[in-house]
């Protein structure tokens, strides 16, 4: 069993910055995704960044193209994520998720493990 470590979020003011942190520690995997999805009140669950943690490809969905960035430390087995010029629409419970593939999914149901969720707020 994995579990995931997240930290970070928190509340901020639109254009402001955030950034989260997802660990698995003693993961036994030769190549695995780890990546972020988050859930708005009232919507579904959605697909934010991923990172194949062998390889370093990368997976941004549209609304956060050019403003987050994710990106890794293999030796300490944690994924990181800069969420720069937030929005309110950013606004979302942030999950980290662990794939134990090498092929990068947007689709919930495809990930193994999760993490806690943790709050983003974007508000004035």
């Known amino acids: 069993q994995v579990q995931l470590v997240g930290s970070g979020g928190g509340l901020v003011q639109p254009g402001g910055s955030l950034s989260l942190l997802c660990a698995a520690p003693?993961?036994?995997?030769?190549?695995?995704?780890m990546g972020w999805f988050r859930q708005a009140p009232g919507e579904e669950r959605e697909v934010v960044v991923a990172?194949?943690?062998?390889?370093?490809?990368?997976y941004y969905a549209d609304p956060v193209k050019g403003r987050f960035t994710i990106s890794r430390d293999n030796a300490k087995n944690t994924a990181y994520l800069q969420m720069n010029s937030l929005k309110p629409e950013d606004t979302a419970v942030y999950y980290c998720?662990?794939?134990?593939?090498?092929?990068?999914?947007?689709?919930?149901?495809?990930?193994?493990?999760w993490g806690n969720g943790t709050l983003v707020t974007v508000s004035s």
């Open positions: 998720a662990l794939r134990a593939s090498a092929t990068i999914s947007v689709i919930p149901s495809s990930m193994d493990y």
């Open positions: 990172i194949i943690m062998g390889g370093g490809r990368t």
């Open positions: 003693g993961r036994i995997f030769s190549n695995y995704v």
